[in-house]
Each structure stands twice: as C-alpha cells, then as structure tokens.
C-alpha cells in the first residue's frame, strides 16, 4: 500500500440551527492520500480500528451521526459533498481522497460521477444512528455529541496521523 502525505485541509463548521456540527473538532480532507490505489483505503482503515465498513454512496440529503465520528473515503469516480449543513460548504473530492468528519457533521451528495463509489468506517466499529437535524432531535444529540469518545488512531496515518495531534489539540 502506498499512502501519500498529501495536502491536509482542516475545517470547523459551526451549529446552524438546524445541523448541530462539531464546533470543538475539526473536518479533516485528506486530499489524494491513497491516489495511487484507492482501494487500498477500507483496509487501512480495518487495519486503524475504524471498522463496520459499508461500501456504496453517500445519502442526498442533509444528516449527521450524533453518536460516533465517520470516515469517508473515495473508491472511484467524483462526487460533491455538502459539509456543515443547508449554509455549509461544497468540496469536490475524487478517488484516494479521505474525508473524516467528527459527530454531528452534516453531509450531503449534491451530484456525482456515474462510476462513483464510497466507503465509510466507525471508530472501534461502532455503531452509528442517522439523524437529519429535526427540532426534536435536541438538546439531546447535543450532549451525545460532546461525549463521543476520541479515536485511539488516525483512519489513515494511525498512532501518529494529524488527527491525533489535531483533535487531541482542539479537544
């Protein structure tokens, strides 16, 4: 396997009333990290404990896992995603790019290419619930959010990857 350090993004989406977001930890991009065997991702992370792995596609509609953080990685093709909810940011990602998106991130596909394909990981494995940023959804996916345990590994890079040192930073 051939993993790249590529250019890492970091960004914080902020509550928008509707999507509560992870104002304490930041969205990581890791842009074309596995460009050379994009497969390779799902492996790496089983080998990272980010397990219950799924392969497929991205919901098109705005939601969010209060309950565990989530790692996304590109298998093939393109896709726009929408991060941080209705006022959040579009990112066009491609095949050997990861994204990780601490609890309560909102994310969207807005489109994708016709070969596209995803992959996403839990933390330990756990077990994700899916929420759409209801009003009956609050306050207590607040407090679910803020006791999501932190990652003992980086998805990615493991005991010494940047999300270590960042969320560990931001925390």
């Not at 991702?41 to 939601?63: A, E, I, M, P």
């Not at 991130?105 to 209801?134: C, Q, V, W």
Request: charged share 25%; proline share 6%.
């Amino acid at each position: 396997m051939n993993v790249k350090k590529q250019k890492i993004t970091s960004m914080t989406f902020t509550d928008d009333g509707s999507i509560p977001n992870n104002e304490n930890l930041p969205v990581l991009l890791y842009s074309a990290v596995f460009a050379d065997e994009p497969e390779a991702c799902q492996d790496t992370f089983y080998h990272n404990n980010w397990k219950n792995s799924w392969r497929g596609d991205v919901l098109d509609y705005h939601h969010y896992h209060s309950n565990s953080h989530e790692v996304l990685g590109v298998l093939k093709g393109s896709v726009r995603i929408k991060l941080g909810g209705k006022k959040g940011t579009t990112f066009d990602l491609k095949a050997g790019d990861v994204i990780v998106l601490p609890a309560g991130t909102g994310h969207k596909k807005m489109s994708s290419s016709f070969d596209f394909r995803i992959t996403g990981a839990y933390p330990n494995g756990s077990n994700y619930n899916l929420k759409t940023g209801e009003r009956k959804e609050r306050p207590e996916v607040l407090e679910v959010i803020k006791n999501v345990p932190l990652p003992e590994l980086d998805p990615v890079f493991g005991k010494d990857g940047p999300l270590i040192k960042k969320w560990t930073e931001e925390k």
